[in-house]
């Protein structure tokens, strides 16, 4: 199957860095017109850039604005855009849960606001919105990043229903354990890293180029009859009680 995306406008969020700059730099390679947001990029940072606060309003629609008139149009939305906030909920101050749920559903549901009239226009589109596996099983101390990761997947099916009659699909992913500066699961102790990779199917480290994969293939033609669906990306992660009995753990 060729998966034709040539000169397909793409808008990736929070792609000066991590899995967004992986993400970012696969859509190039797949022939793209791709323009990256986020909130600063190092002066060296080599793709079309909008500076953009996807937890400010004004801020998105200047950027969704800038995009269009670059470009004409968009294409391919992706809101990888994100941040994890870490404690329990005794402890967990309200300020963090605020900025947690601004910047992972309030920067998801403003991006795609903004950009649903433009896919509308043209009658085509795809929204493809970062969820997490913690939105399927979340962890202790986890309570503002899994709930704003749960919340993006029902906000993903409702938008989903409300763009179809325009062709415009939306879909949200759940990635496993892609080892980022974030998480620092690659510079946990051995034991530690054991521990986690035993959760998993496919017994190693998630890459960003295993996301990128998927996005291909959803910001594609050939995915025209996916939406409002939550994809799962994270090699098996609890598919069974112990995978690891699998692999002779």
Request: glycine share 8%; with cysteine; charged share 20%.
């Amino acid at each position: 199957m060729h998966l034709d995306l040539t000169d397909r406008v793409v808008v990736v969020t929070g792609a000066a860095r991590g899995i967004g700059r992986t993400l970012a730099d696969r859509f190039v390679a797949e022939g793209c017109r791709v323009v990256a947001l986020d909130l600063a990029f190092e002066p060296d940072f080599p793709l079309d850039q909008v500076v953009c606060n996807v937890a400010d309003p004004a801020s998105v629609r200047a950027a969704v604005d800038e995009v269009v008139a670059r470009h004409g149009t968009i294409d391919v939305l992706v809101n990888n855009a994100g941040i994890n906030v870490e404690g329990t909920v005794a402890e967990l101050q309200w300020d963090a849960w605020r900025r947690c749920m601004d910047v992972n559903l309030g920067g998801t549901f403003l991006m795609s606001q903004a950009v649903a009239p433009v896919m509308q226009a043209a009658g085509r589109g795809r929204i493809v919105n970062a969820a997490s596996f913690a939105a399927i099983v979340p962890s202790v101390g986890s309570a503002a990043y899994a709930a704003s990761k749960a919340a993006v997947v029902s906000f993903t099916r409702v938008l989903a229903s409300e763009l179809g009659p325009w062709g415009i699909t939306v879909n949200a992913y759940a990635p496993g354990m892609v080892p980022t500066a974030m998480n620092g699961f690659a510079t946990m102790p051995a034991e530690a890293q054991d521990r986690l990779l035993d959760t998993l199917s496919l017994r190693r480290w998630e890459t960003s180029d295993d996301v990128a994969d998927l996005l291909v293939f959803v910001a594609s033609d050939a995915s025209a009859y996916i939406t409002g669906t939550l994809l799962d990306v994270s090699g098996g992660k609890l598919a069974t009680q112990i995978p690891s009995r699998a692999h002779g753990r």
